[in-house]
């Protein structure tokens, strides 16, 4: 077989990996704007714009009774105070069930505060604020809404922010049946949005646009009284899905650092207070907002937060938590994160005043007993088919197929970053969070093998040398890294060597077909740059910026060595 030839099915292979990507002219409707709103790029890209007369927005053309929504959003840069950006899923009528992000913009320099709420019967009261950990305007970012009937879990990067337990046996109220539609827009809210209305829209920077890409729907399409999800078709993991000891880790740490509103603790314990000193919102230099009873906006110190509670997880924990410890503080008489939202156009909203929370208070005699939560490492569930944002809780009880089927896809999701390397891309870190070993190992035997059948003389010898090449050189990678101030683990660098060994395991099959030095020699500078450049984007996540060449050195030394067996072996 020809090299070319080689290259040729190498190319097909990578291409194979490519998922498919949404079509916005066939999965939504550009609701209002008279324009504004734009689908772009063949049906790849959707832009909404506000300026002075209006904003914009558009809608699903379906509607889902449970589902996972995935959508990607790059926010409005510079000034974008008084404006609000929304990906949300809502119900038609006046007792509407709605799930909220919705992102508040601020002046240049200040961080967005994202606002999540729930609301079922049209009864909300439900807000957390949260800063994020990036810059959400430089570039596009994936916010998920998973909604199944025991939870809805809210994501960021795939990094859990926020769970809302389906806790109807305490009296909450929860969305399950009602279709609701997904809804985006962009639109002027300078009365409440940036400090509670006292920065005002800028209009000298309009027009305001924030674009949106990537949408990926796997829901229960609901139709004339009709799902496409029945109790005889098996549906989707998301169905039964809730969080695994790694993701409620997450959820802790967001929480913890991030979260700037609870509403459950400023309604049932406006005394309870923790000093949470290590909040830092993405560095911004700028304090928090401070939402509370008396005085709805207020510049605080870091010494001076929201009180959190420090297990928080979900919900509905939180507060069983609370009650745990003696705290028998009533609901008190507060002020609503924000003030109600002005009429989204086209969205049916009712005109009533803003309700009270709807969790009734305690009766003084009454004993909660809480939900039970998990122990760390297993699923909790009777099917083990918890899946989702972390590591798999328990591959010993579910079916054979289905953690195939996981692995396989998080093997081609790294590898994907491999075959099309992105320095850029959003989230560099997630692959190393997300590490496995299975795609490694079968690189690693792959050019072991390929390195012996090649081999002579020796084959075993070549086979074993291979192997200790790739283990010596995760143990100086992790402690390179370590030293250089980093953060990563062992098996995070084996996994990291091995998938980006794939371009030099091509390399190998070609210089095994093919006997001539300088061919070899060519195909490995290739190959070798290709690996490097791989592991570039891995790396900026690991160690400070300033560092990351330091901290790739020993990858290139490494890949340098295999390259010089795929030469030298003949």
Request: proline residues 8%; glycine residues 6%.
């Amino acid at each position: 077989m020809s090299p070319f030839k080689i290259f040729l099915f190498s190319a097909l292979l990578a291409a194979a990996f490519l998922a498919s990507t949404a079509d916005f002219n066939s999965d939504v409707n550009v609701a209002w704007g008279n324009g504004r709103g734009k689908i772009l790029n063949n049906g790849q890209l959707l832009t909404l714009t506000l300026d002075k007369s209006s904003g914009s927005g558009f809608q699903s053309k379906t509607e889902y009774l449970f589902g996972k929504i995935d959508m990607q959003i790059k926010l409005v840069p510079g000034n974008s105070a008084g404006t609000v950006t929304t990906f949300y899923l809502k119900s038609e009528g006046s007792t509407w069930d709605e799930i909220d992000f919705e992102f508040l913009g601020n002046m240049t320099g200040d961080p967005y505060t994202l606002h999540t709420n729930v609301y079922t019967q049209g009864k909300g009261d439900k807000e957390q604020q949260f800063h994020l950990w990036f810059d959400p305007t430089a570039n596009f970012h994936t916010y998920s809404i998973l909604w199944n009937p025991q939870r809805i879990i809210l994501t960021v990067d795939d990094t859990p922010i926020r769970e809302f337990k389906n806790s109807e046996s305490l009296g909450v109220l929860f969305p399950k049946s009602k279709p609701m539609r997904m809804y985006a827009s962009l639109w002027n809210a300078d009365d409440w949005a940036t400090r509670g209305g006292l920065v005002k829209t800028d209009w000298s920077k309009a027009p305001f646009t924030a674009s949106y890409r990537n949408i990926k729907v796997d829901g229960c399409a609901h139709s004339n009284g009709r799902s496409s999800c029945t109790s005889t078709k098996p549906t989707s993991n998301w169905y039964t899905q809730e969080m695994d000891s790694t993701s409620q880790a997450r959820l802790r740490w967001v929480q913890k650092n991030y979260m700037i509103y609870n509403y459950y603790l400023i309604n049932f314990f406006p005394g309870k207070s923790t000093n949470k000193s290590s909040i830092n919102p993405c560095n911004f230099h700028s304090p928090p907002v401070k939402l509370t009873v008396g005085n709805p906006i207020e510049r605080m110190s870091h010494n001076d937060t929201v009180p959190l509670y420090q297990s928080s997880q979900s919900d509905i924990d939180e507060i069983e938590n609370m009650m745990s410890e003696g705290f028998q503080s009533g609901p008190g008489s507060v002020l609503p994160a924000r003030p109600p939202s002005p009429i989204r156009p086209s969205i049916p909203v009712t005109s009533s005043p803003l309700v009270q929370s709807n969790l009734p208070p305690l009766p003084p005699a009454q004993k909660v007993t809480p939900v039970p939560v998990p122990p760390s490492g297993s699923s909790g569930s009777e099917g083990g088919k918890a899946i989702g944002f972390g590591s798999p809780p328990n591959t010993l009880t579910e079916p054979v197929w289905d953690t195939v089927k996981r692995d396989l896809a998080r093997i081609v999701s790294n590898l994907k970053l491999v075959v099309f390397p992105n320095p850029n891309r959003e989230d560099p870190g997630k692959a190393l969070r997300d590490w496995d070993l299975w795609g490694p190992f079968f690189f690693i035997v792959f050019l072991g093998l390929t390195l012996s059948w090649s081999a002579s003389v020796k084959k075993s010898e070549v086979f074993a040398v291979a192997f200790a090449l790739l283990a010596a050189g995760a143990v100086i990678l992790t402690l390179n890294v370590l030293l250089l101030g980093g953060h990563i683990i062992f098996f995070q660098s084996l996994s990291l060597l091995g998938y980006c060994l794939f371009p030099l395991d091509v390399g190998a099959v070609i210089c095994m077909l093919k006997d001539n030095v300088i061919l070899k020699m060519i195909v490995v500078c290739v190959t070798l740059a290709w690996s490097s450049w791989a592991a570039y984007p891995f790396m900026s996540a690991a160690v400070n910026p300033r560092r990351k060449a330091l901290a790739l050195y020993p990858v290139f030394l490494m890949y340098v060595s295999v390259g010089f067996l795929i030469i030298a072996i003949d």
